[in-house]
């Protein structure tokens, strides 16, 4: 690589935080880690900024600063007080790069900051797509796909785009693939906990159980490449190693694998248009017996939520992703069962949403008050 990026990591606390962070303690001769950000965890930011000494860090929960002042060994890091501050650094000429890792909505404000102001997204947080795709679009040249399918979409098509006939994304299918769906009522948050392939933060390991993760990125891809609903598949493929198809024109088909380690996408995000070294290895194919097969759309419905939220609205997407994100908290708090994250919504499909959404204040108000509607909701289905 030519010159060293300047990286700021917003979540370095979480799975992909971690996984970005292993990447560049392999390559510190090109990346410079000038941020990095956490809601609470106080004890994993500290080893971080005693580890990589950046020149900033932020904490969302403030009450938390001076326990994390006391943690820290080196005077070279700032504490930034105020999301104020935080947006201008990120703003700054100090920045080239952004890892927007920051999990649900709350990845939202912060990654519409950061592309509004120019600056490149090494984007992980798929729900700010869904929530804000129709105003995230006109920045995609400033968007580097995370999200592994995605990325590796990106890799494929690369300047044959005008070419591509229609893609495909892989899915393992969950921890619940083979489990008849009259067994659903029984899936404890542990059963639901244990993905067969990933290791990843709570909220998404709960949507690759329900295969909402699947419905969130086919909305994702649909903003980020601007293929049609119906050009964008799914195929499950339980082993998780080739994560998509680029089907051309001509009847050629491509695809990316790697074995289901972020660090691989990670480093290609960080490293773009170059490569790196991603501390992991290629994948032999002789390894195993690589299967496909259709997605079951009766038990879970969940993919086809995206084809109709894609044909209906923006808002469709926004008030579905509020529901999806309420639901799966409300699971993992032991206040629904597993089932009742679909029911949770399906119902919040007949919440009025024809609101006229244009900018991203907009879409914080709006998402507010679908919130707030769901909410009711929920309380039919809580113990
Ligand atoms: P984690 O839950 O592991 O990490 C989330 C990170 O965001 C943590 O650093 C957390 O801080 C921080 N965070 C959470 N809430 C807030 C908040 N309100 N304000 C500020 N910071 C906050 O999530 P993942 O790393 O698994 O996922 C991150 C994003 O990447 C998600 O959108 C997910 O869908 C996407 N993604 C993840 C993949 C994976 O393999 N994990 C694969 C593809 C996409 P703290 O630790 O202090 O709570
Ligand atoms: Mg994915």
Redesign the pocket.
């Known amino acids: 690589m030519n010159s060293k990026k300047n990286i700021a990591?917003?979540?370095?606390?979480?799975?992909?935080?971690?996984?970005t962070l292993e990447v560049v303690r392999k390559n510190p001769e090109y990346f410079n880690i000038i941020c990095l950000?956490?809601?609470?965890?106080?004890i994993?930011?500290a080893k971080q900024i005693n580890e990589f000494k950046p020149k900033y860090t932020y904490?969302?929960?403030t009450n938390l600063l001076d326990d994390l002042k006391l943690k820290i060994t080196n005077n070279k890091t700032k504490l930034i007080g105020t999301t104020k501050d935080l947006c201008d650094l990120l703003a700054s000429y100090e920045i080239d790069s952004v890892v927007?890792?920051?999990?649900?909505s709350?990845?939202l404000f912060?990654t519409n900051h950061v592309l509004i102001n120019n600056k490149q997204v090494l984007l992980?947080?798929?729900?700010?797509m869904v929530m804000a795709g129709q105003i995230f679009k006109k920045f995609k040249q400033n968007i580097i796909p995370?999200?592994?399918e995605h990325n590796s979409v990106f890799q494929l098509i690369d300047r044959s785009v005008d070419y591509v006939s229609n893609i495909v994304l892989t899915a393992s299918g969950g921890p619940f693939r083979k489990l008849p769906s009259s067994e659903f009522k029984n899936i404890t948050i542990d059963m639901a906990l244990k993905h067969p392939n990933?290791?990843?933060?709570?909220?998404?390991?709960i949507?690759s159980a329900t295969m909402m993760?699947k419905c969130?990125e086919i909305i994702e891809a649909f903003y980020l490449f601007d293929f049609k609903p119906e050009d964008i598949g799914v195929l499950i493929h339980p082993e998780s190693i080739i994560h998509s198809i680029v089907n051309f024109l001509d009847g050629s088909s491509l695809c990316q694998f790697s074995e289901p380690n972020?660090q691989i996408?990670i480093s290609y995000a960080l490293a773009y248009p170059q490569r790196t070294y991603s501390g992991r290895s290629s994948y032999n194919l002789a390894d195993k017996n690589l299967t496909f097969h259709k997605p079951d759309l009766k038990k879970f419905p969940s993919i086809s939520f995206a084809y109709n939220a894609l044909k209906t609205s923006a808002n469709h997407c926004l008030v579905m992703n509020a529901a999806n994100e309420i639901a799966v908290e409300n699971f993992l708090k032991q206040k629904i069962s597993f089932i009742d994250i679909f029911n949770v919504i399906l119902d919040s499909f007949n919440i009025p949403n024809n609101e006229v959404i244009e900018n991203i204040d907009e879409i914080l108000y709006t998402d507010e008050l679908y919130r707030s509607k769901i909410n009711k909701i929920l309380n039919k289905y809580t113990f």
Do not use: H, R, Y
């Open positions: 990591i917003l979540g370095s606390t979480g799975s992909i935080g971690k996984s950000t956490a809601n609470k965890n106080v994993d930011l904490i969302d929960s927007s890792a920051m999990s649900g709350s990845g912060l992980a947080n798929k729900e700010s995370v999200d592994s990933w290791s990843m933060g709570e909220k998404i390991t949507d993760n969130l972020m996408p």
